[in-house]
Nanobody, 124 residues
């Protein structure tokens, strides 16, 4: 099926920038949508940004104007550019992909997969 590999997290001072990448790999699949979620200690996982067909995007209110999401369809990779980072952005960031898996001509499955997570820490 599909695996996701994330990269780009780290430690950054408030006001700084980071770029997260998430690459999907596997066989016989078509990405339908990809997104980034985050989970801070003691909080629920929340959607940060997503991108779907036609490059339609969606952002959590607190990151609008600071974060952008983009995708390279040829590489099955999604990027999250995070600018003007704040301490409250500190969390583990997880990549998610919704995809169609077609292992045989007769079989089609809609699936969902998560990356392993990457830590983003913003200090003031």
């Amino acid at each position: 099926q599909v695996q996701l590999v994330e990269s780009g997290g780290g430690l950054v001072q408030a006001g700084g920038s980071l770029r997260l990448s998430c690459a999907a790999s596997g066989r016989a699949f078509t990405i339908k949508a990809m997104g980034w979620y985050r989970q801070a200690p003691g909080k629920q996982r929340e959607l940060v940004a997503s991108i779907g067909s036609g490059d339609a995007t969606n952002f959590e209110d607190s990151v609008k104007g600071r974060f952008t999401i983009s995708q390279d369809n040829a590489k099955n990779t999604v990027y999250l550019q995070m600018n003007n980072l704040r301490p409250e952005d500190t969390a583990v960031y997880y990549c998610n992909a919704k995809y169609l898996w077609v292992p045989t001509v007769e079989a089609r499955y809609e699936r969902d997969v998560w990356g392993q997570g990457t830590q983003v820490t913003v200090f003031s």
